[in-house]
């Protein structure tokens, strides 16, 4: 090969190099895509999220009620992990308001040993449910701040779809007693932290 056909062969091998580069970063440096990260069957029920992909999304915290600090019969005695998805979680950051196609969703885990290395405490045990929050105007213009609440079971195997439940059955008790546009963000310092301080009250 001659000289000056290897120089054209690497220069051309460095501006792919350097093209490809570009375009990783102006991939990650894209804003999120606006939108919706959920579905609808073809009878109104939400289609399960799958778990392979929202356990990749913001995780915000992880509340617990156990038993044994509620008389043994506490309403939520599971651990309550909770992901936000990533567009809502980017316009939270900015605006801190929860926007419309906001989901969140709580997969409950049970409670499994109470001492470790560590120490005594609650530890993790087994997935056992999955509940689901959504922001949707359009779609739950009547209910309170136009969220709506699924509940695909407390026990394997998970419901494939569900039907959002009665407004007294969980948006009234946010709606009485939630921190921000009906999520109780106190319980919550990744939120509390990510947002914006012109909007903190």
Known sequence: ?????????????????????????????????????????????????????????????????PNDMNGGKAPFPEFHNVYIDPQSWAHYKKTGEFRDGTILIKELVSVGSKSAVSGKGYFMGDFI????????????????????????????????AANAQPTAVCNSCHQANATTDFVFTRYYPVLRAAKPLTSRN
């Open 1 to 65: 090969m001659k000289a000056n056909s290897k120089k054209t062969v690497l220069l051309v091998g460095t501006l792919l190099a350097v093209i490809s580069v570009l375009a990783i970063t102006m991939i990650a440096m894209a804003p999120p895509q606006s939108g919706k990260l959920y579905k609808f069957n073809a009878k109104g029920e939400l289609i399960r999220p799958d778990a392979q992909v929202f356990r990749e999304w913001v995780f915000v915290g992880v509340p617990l009620t």
């Open 129 to 160: 449910g999955l509940e689901v929050t959504i922001k949707d105007a359009e779609r739950f213009s009547n209910e309170p701040g136009n969220w709506a609440y699924f509940s695909f079971g407390h026990e394997y195997p998970l419901a494939e």
